[in-house]
């Protein structure tokens, strides 16, 4: 299994927590489009004995790409890579572009996974996270698109500034009336060189409360699995048959070719990053050169990427895997580590596995970095 992400680099405006590469300008939009579609061109050769099961939209904003330009570039992965029958194709969207019109319309059209960036359904949290959207037209997508896309899935932000675990229940019951089968949800963090960062720094607002998030998250986990949804990883979860296999993929270490303007590449050895500069990477895909930088990755990065992905997830981390692909003494430095949070009743052993209990989800990637070795090889 692999898969194609493609990064669309563009929004209507900036949000204050979001450190994704991004303009605000369109006025590049057609030569970047253009430039997509001939990097897929240009790294064919990487998945000629590969078969692409998914192909993801990311962005940025990439529902501010006309049908006709979504269309475009998946006839060109079409054309350029052998991809399986049916794959799951996945568009990023913000309310605020989902009118009746455009979901018909999207419907038509070859993408069948809709992620929604809902983030909240309260005025006060859209207005501090500075969405385009407001709440009225978060609820009014909603409705229209569940009535032609089956697989739905949302974005929900908790630990947000001011509001109470009370608001935040009723978040998740408003998302729950619309039955979405995957409702994805992340802790508001606060990134270096964001508006948020800044206003935090000024005391314009307090700063994110780490206890409080810990409390939402549980909220969080415990209404969702009573209503059906499978905590599947750290920050998704999904009704059965609908955990996104995009996702799945890059936490199975499934190898993926990332498009576009800072986008992120996997092969299983080696990490590549585009250059995140719209101008540099449109000039330099003309000149039919990859703008990309390359890492080979050691035994012991492979090592700690496994550990870090498979503690999010409720696959885990195998024995057995860290023994066949690294070697005994990677497993034994393993379960010598793990010990300590097994002791705690943050980690448990079943079946070969090393999974987080309930108690360690919310901590799971400080766990897994405990877990990590040096990079001696």
Known sequence: MAGIYIHIPFCKQACHYCDFHFSTSLKKKDDLVSALAKELQLRKDEFINIEVQTIYFGGGTPSLLTNDELVFLINTVYENYKVT??????????????????????????????????QSFFESDLKL???????????????VATQYFDNISIDLIYGIQGASNA??????????????????????TVEPKTALAAFVKKGVIDDVNDEQAHEQFHLLKDKLE??????????????????????????QGKPYIGIGPSAHSFNGKQRGWNVRNNTKYINEIAKNILPIEIE???????????????LRTIWG?????????????????????????????????????????????????????????????
């Open 85 to 118: 029958e049916n794959p799951e194709i996945t568009l990023e969207a913000n309310p605020d572009d989902l009118s009746k019109a455009r979901i018909l319309e999207l419907s038509k059209s070859p993408v069948n996974r809709l992620s929604i960036g809902i």
């Open 129 to 143: 996270m500075n969405r385009a959207h407001n709440a009225e037209e978060a609820k009014e997508c909603l409705s």
């Open 226 to 251: 009573a209503s059906g949804f499978v905590h599947y990883e750290l920050s998704n979860f999904g009704k059965e048959g609908y955990f996104s296999k995009n996702n799945s993929a890059y936490w």
């Open 317 to 377: 981390v195998s024995l057995d895997k860290v023994e066949k692909d690294f070697g005994k003494t990677y497993k034994d430095y393993l379960k010598e580590q793990a010990e300590t949070f097994i002791n705690q009743h943050l980690l448990y052993i079943d079946n070969k596995h090393i999974r987080v209990t309930k108690k360690g989800q919310f901590l799971s990637d400080g766990i897994a970095s405990e877990l990590f070795k040096l990079n001696l090889t």
């Open 167 to 188: 608001q935040w229940l009723q978040n998740i019951e408003i998302a729950l009336r619309y039955n979405v089968p995957h409702i994805s949800s992340y802790a508001l």
């Open 296 to 310: 080979t990755l050691t035994t012991t990065d492979r090592y700690n990427e496994y550990i870090m992905t498979g």
